[in-house]
C-alpha cells in the first residue's frame, strides 16, 4: 500500500470515529432508549472495533 493510500484510509476512519463518537454522546445525554437505538448503540461499538484492528493492522504493515 502508498502512503496517500493509507494516509487518505486513516483520514475517513478518524472522521468515522468522530461521527461516532458524536452519536455516543447524544446516546448517553438520554436516560431511556428505543430497541433501535440500543441496536444501532451495539453497532457502533463493534464498528469501533473494527476501526480499531484495521489502524492496527496498518501500523502493524507500516511498521514491517
Given at each position: 500500500?502508498?502512503n496517500?493510500?493509507l494516509l487518505?484510509?486513516v ?5 468515522e470515529l468522530?461521527q ?18 440500543r ?25 514491517a
Open positions: 500500500m502508498d496517500a493510500y487518505s484510509r483520514n475517513i476512519l478518524q472522521r468522530l461516532i463518537s458524536e452519536h455516543h454522546r447524544e446516546y448517553f445525554t438520554k436516560e431511556n432508549h428505543s430497541p433501535d437505538e441496536a444501532q448503540h451495539e453497532e457502533q461499538i463493534e464498528r469501533v472495533n473494527k476501526i480499531r484492528e484495521e489502524l492496527l493492522a496498518v501500523v502493524e504493515k507500516t511498521a
